[in-house]
């Protein structure tokens, strides 16, 4: 997938103040580590990443509570932001992102087809958007990449702004 706009902004950034970035990752499966890579330099900052796409993973690997898993299931605002958390801290990286979500063909746990979740955790505090798209598979996962790395670039640009 060719990096966004606001992907390349978003390293670019992290680059200019020297911090770091980890993933995790469900249904996009890798796609948002596959695309950062593609960025020239981002191995300054990208410190790697965790596809947790089996629920007990989640739990297992990022540090997803496995009761908040147990009542909601994986596809949750609580989830992306755990998911966001896990991949920061079990990384050693200043920033996490994560998404999360049904990208098709088939409803999941009672969850609609392009309902997702992604989430950024940074060195103040967690957001995370709902996303409600349309299309096939493969169009959910482009726009939950797209989507998850211009929310990290807005959340930079809102710390530039701050500092």
């Not at 790395?149 to 809102?158: G, I, R, T, V």
């Amino acid at each position: 997938m060719e990096p966004s706009v606001a992907a390349v902004d978003a390293v670019a950034r992290l680059i200019e103040r020297r911090e770091t970035l980890a993933t995790a990752e469900s249904l996009t499966g890798g796609l948002v580590a596959a695309t950062l890579v593609e960025i020239p330099g981002v191995s300054a900052v990208f410190r790697g990443g965790l596809v947790v796409y089996a629920t007990e993973l989640k739990a297992v690997l990022a540090g997803v509570p496995a009761t908040l898993l147990a009542e909601r299931g994986p596809v949750d605002p609580d989830v992306a932001k755990a998911l966001a958390t896990g991949a920061r801290e079990r990384c050693g990286a200043d920033w996490g992102i994560a998404t999360t979500g049904v990208a098709g063909p088939d409803p999941q746990d009672g969850k609609p087809v392009g309902l997702v979740y992604v989430a950024v955790a940074g060195p103040h505090g967690t957001d995370v958007r709902e996303l409600k798209l349309a299309g096939n598979r493969t169009v959910i996962r482009t726009k939950s990449v797209t989507a998850v790395l211009s929310l990290l670039s807005e959340k930079l640009q809102e710390r530039s702004q701050a500092a």
